[in-house]
């Protein structure tokens, strides 16, 4: 017995001394099964959207707060950087929460999907506006969508039947009653979901009220789509990165600059800033949610479902972020900056977040 207890005693000691292998680190390609072990101090990592990321780094840190788990992880990588981070795979390593100020695109649940991210759900938080902002001091612009397009595209109609490098060097050359200052416009990269929201709700808008480029929609759509949403690289549109505070930055050096930002973060710097009417209607908290304004849209969060049984807290994440003191009329966000959902809409969207109800390809 007394041997017996000694090569037992010998071998538990072998195996405590013994170098702990961290399973979640076994090369896939190897043939070895990947496993995962949750643990309690793993973190939450949210990336994406900079128009998003405010709101979850404020529900990040209430939920920090109040409940048993630490608190989230927030980087702000852009919409599509985002898409990049979240879909290259499984574990508590991996980013669990992508925010999104566009739905997601077909080509990243495909990406997705070859690295093994098949279970995504979507969940709708709100909308937001994309506001052309100006220095509080500088004029003030009340301008169309059509004004924006030829403003900003690349190329325009020649009144030929061909296409000339955009002529247009202030304001007042698209249009006599805006002000007769440089066009000189900083916005977000093309990894930007705002990007993309700006391009398809302003640019496009536009150029389908300029009857050459519009009869290419019918005749041409992917011409259509090169034409309206091509963006001049002449030195009058400056991509600023994804953080909006370096725009505003620049609005505060050069009164005759223009910042393309989300209405939220306008909300943030009233005090120094102001944004252009579209069409006659202001960018506000009212015309926003009634969808009248016309550069508009929704945002979002997207969840890795495989991540639920690996990262602690994720569903109580979800339910924190929806819940009517955080994202609704009169919760915290709104302060925020966020313009909430209808009731019927939040409950429901709450209902099948909560319920990890997932998405495919079909549905972007």
């Given at each position: 017995?007394?041997?017996?207890?000694?090569?037992?005693?010998?071998?538990?000691?072998?195996?405590?001394?013994?170098?702990?292998?961290?399973?979640?680190?076994?090369?896939?390609?190897?043939?070895?099964l990947q496993v995962?072990?949750?643990?309690?101090?793993?973190?939450?990592?949210?990336?994406?959207?900079?128009?998003?990321?405010?709101?979850?780094?404020?529900?990040?840190?209430?939920?920090?707060?109040?409940?048993?788990?630490?608190?989230?992880?927030?980087?702000?990588?852009?919409?599509?950087?985002?898409?990049?981070?979240?879909?290259?795979?499984?574990?508590?390593?991996?980013?669990?929460?992508?925010?999104?100020?566009?739905?997601?695109?077909?080509?990243?649940?495909?990406?997705?999907?070859?690295?093994?991210?098949?279970?995504?759900?979507?969940?709708?938080?709100?909308?937001?506006?994309?506001?052309?902002?100006?220095?509080?001091?500088?004029?003030?612009?009340?301008?169309?969508?059509?004004?924006?397009?030829?403003?900003?595209?690349?190329?325009?109609?020649?009144?030929?039947?061909?296409?000339?490098?955009?002529?247009?060097?202030?304001?007042?050359?698209?249009?006599?009653?805006?002000?007769?200052?440089?066009?000189?416009?900083?916005?977000?990269?093309?990894?930007?979901?705002?990007?993309?929201?700006?391009?398809?709700?302003?640019?496009?808008?536009?150029?389908?009220?300029?009857?050459?480029?519009?009869?290419?929609?019918?005749?041409?759509?992917?011409?259509?789509?090169?034409?309206a949403t091509t963006?001049?690289?002449?030195?009058?549109?400056?991509?600023?990165?994804?953080?909006?505070?370096?725009?505003?930055?620049?609005?505060?050096?050069?009164?005759?600059?223009?910042?393309?930002?989300?209405?939220?973060?306008?909300?943030?710097?009233?005090?120094?800033?102001?944004?252009?009417?579209?069409?006659?209607?202001?960018?506000?908290?009212?015309?926003?949610?009634?969808?009248?304004?016309?550069?508009?849209?929704?945002?979002?969060?997207?969840?890795?479902?495989?991540?639920?049984?690996?990262?602690?807290?994720?569903?109580?994440?979800?339910?924190?972020?929806?819940?009517?003191?955080?994202?609704?009329?009169?919760?915290y966000l709104v302060?925020?900056?966020?313009?909430?959902?209808?009731?019927?809409?939040?409950?429901?969207?709450?209902?099948?977040?909560?319920?990890?109800?997932?998405?495919?390809?079909?549905?972007?």
């Amino acid at each position: 017995m007394r041997t017996i207890f000694l090569a037992l005693s010998a071998a538990l000691l072998a195996s405590a001394c013994a170098p702990k292998t961290d399973l979640s680190e076994i090369d896939a390609s190897s043939g070895e099964l990947q496993v995962f072990a949750a643990s309690p101090d793993e973190k939450i990592r949210i990336v994406g959207s900079s128009t998003v990321s405010p709101f979850s780094t404020t529900v990040a840190e209430q939920f920090g707060a109040v409940s048993e788990f630490p608190t989230p992880i927030v980087e702000t990588t852009g919409t599509g950087g985002g898409f990049q981070a979240f879909c290259q795979g499984i574990g508590p390593k991996e980013p669990s929460i992508s925010n999104a100020s566009r739905p997601v695109k077909a080509s990243e649940l495909a990406l997705c999907e070859r690295q093994g991210v098949t279970e995504i759900v979507e969940v709708k938080i709100g909308y937001d506006g994309i506001v052309l902002a100006n220095a509080k001091g500088s004029p003030t612009m009340d301008i169309t969508k059509e004004e924006i397009y030829r403003a900003l595209a690349e190329e325009l109609p020649d009144g030929n039947g061909g296409w000339q490098d955009n002529p247009n060097e202030t304001w007042q050359d698209v249009a006599d009653h805006l002000p007769d200052m440089p066009i000189l416009v900083s916005g977000p990269p093309p990894t930007s979901g705002t990007r993309d929201a700006f391009a398809e709700l302003a640019m496009e808008g536009g150029a389908e009220e300029v009857p050459e480029v519009a009869a290419l929609k019918e005749s041409n759509p992917d011409e259509f789509g090169r034409r309206a949403t091509t963006i001049r690289m002449d030195g009058k549109w400056i991509d600023s990165g994804e953080n909006d505070t370096a725009i505003v930055q620049t609005l505060m050096k050069n009164p005759d600059s223009i910042g393309i930002m989300g209405f939220s973060f306008l909300e943030q710097n009233l005090d120094r800033l102001k944004g252009a009417s579209i069409g006659g209607l202001e960018p506000s908290f009212e015309n926003i949610a009634s969808g009248d304004y016309g550069i508009s849209r929704s945002m979002f969060f997207y969840v890795k479902k495989q991540n639920v049984n690996l990262v602690p807290g994720l569903t109580d994440f979800i339910s924190e972020f929806t819940q009517e003191d955080a994202w609704g009329p009169t919760g915290y966000l709104v302060e925020k900056g966020l313009i909430p959902l209808q009731e019927a809409e939040r409950a429901a969207v709450r209902e099948q977040a909560l319920e990890l109800q997932t998405m495919d390809a079909a549905e972007s």
